[in-house]
């Protein structure tokens, strides 16, 4: 088993590098997808943001609960879920909008853990092919018996290579994963913001009470 291990080892590092390449490559592709899924739909949140309030504040709730469907985001998405089931009751409204928020949670963490993981984990693969290096410059060194330091110190030199490498893939995917956090945290609390004024005009239309006078008065829906 010794002989196994250390046969493995004596490859050297230089595998490493094509590793570290292929897992940058990787963290690009996600990083890529989430850039291109978050800026769709903080353009979309925008025009929401810009439209639903006034649409609230003057009762339109058909045309407030079109906007939300037409809208491609998550903001959209969970006050669309809270108007289509206002008659239900404030309640009932709330619960279904906190289910829509977790389940739009879900698509916008997707592959977050990808980042993630990478980012704490491509250093330690580099740090393991320097590791690799050393020992395969050392064992070098044990067979050329009188070659000197220098065989060490070019081996040791190789090897560092893959820190370096696995330190400056993990820079920025780190920062990747923090950067697309902050979207998230940010895309949530607009929603919860647009849920909560939803809700309060919801109250002054009747309370979204079954059979609430508010809902049913001519002129208060779609006005």
Excluded: Y
């Excluded at 989430?34 to 009762?59: C, D, H």
């Amino acid at each position: 088993m010794f002989q196994v291990l250390k046969g493995f080892a004596l490859l050297g590092g230089q595998w490493v590098l094509v590793v570290l390449v292929l897992l940058s490559l990787w963290a690009l592709k996600v990083a890529i997808e989430r850039w291109m899924f978050f800026g769709t739909r903080e353009k979309r949140a925008l025009e929401l943001n810009a439209q639903l309030p006034a649409l609230l504040v003057a009762g339109k709730i058909v045309e407030a609960k079109n906007l939300c469907n037409q809208s491609v985001c998550p903001e959209g998405a969970v006050v669309g879920a809270g108007l289509e089931h206002l008659p239900l009751g404030i309640e009932a409204v709330e619960q279904i909008m906190e289910s829509k928020r977790l389940e739009e949670r879900l698509a916008l963490d997707r592959h977050l853990l990808i980042l993630g993981t990478l980012g704490n984990n491509i250093p330690f693969v580099g740090l393991f092919g320097t590791v690799l290096g050393i020992i395969k410059a050392f064992n070098d060194l044990a067979i050329s018996g009188t070659a000197g330091p220098t065989v060490v110190m070019n081996g040791v030199a190789e090897a560092l290579v893959s820190t370096a490498l696995g330190l400056l893939i993990a820079i920025p995917v780190v920062a990747a994963f923090n950067f697309f956090q902050e979207k998230v945290r940010r895309i949530l609390l607009n929603a919860d913001r647009l849920s909560r004024l939803m809700l309060a005009h919801s109250k002054m239309l009747g309370d979204a009470r079954p059979g609430a006078v508010g809902l049913d008065r001519p002129g208060a829906v779609g006005r």
